[in-house]
Nanobody, 125 residues
Framework: QVQLVESGGGLVQAGGSLRLSCAASVRTFSSYTMGWFRRAPGKEREFVATISMSGSSTYYADSVKGRFTISRDNAKNTVYLQMNSLKPEDTAVYYC??????????????????WGQGTQVTVSS
């Protein structure tokens, strides 16, 4: 049983920052590769960022490079997404995802068996 719960979403003005959290209820969090995806209105869900099991490696979509930072705290079973310089096009429901396989980077949805419910991020202009 794997449970993922996102939090930290909300309304923010363009240029602002937001920090998302994903709490994982798993036996061994350090055995999971974690990722963030998002789905904007009228669009398919897209890859945002991923982090390796130990946190030593990260990978980002081109659209968020230099603005977003993914990190994890294995002692707290939590993965984070720090979002800076937010743009209206970042508006989306953000999802946390997990997989046990170590293959990295992984940016396709089908590679992640476990998903959270999502948290809404709205960036106003």
């Amino acid at each position: 049983q794997v449970q993922l719960v996102e939090s930290g979403g909300g309304l923010v003005q363009a240029g602002g920052s937001l920090r998302l959290s994903c709490a994982a209820s798993v036996r061994t969090f350090s055995s999971y590769t974690m990722g963030w995806f998002r789905r904007a209105p009228g669009k398919e869900r897209e890859f945002v960022a991923t982090i390796s099991m130990s946190g030593s490696s990260t990978y980002y979509a081109d659209s968020v490079k230099g603005r977003f930072t993914i990190s994890r705290d294995n002692a707290k079973n939590t993965v984070y997404l720090q979002m800076n310089s937010l743009k209206p096009e970042d508006t989306a429901v953000y999802y946390c995802a997990a997989k046990r396989s170590a293959g990295f980077p992984a940016r396709t949805e089908s590679l992640y068996p476990y998903w959270g419910q999502g948290t809404q991020v709205t960036v106003s202009s």
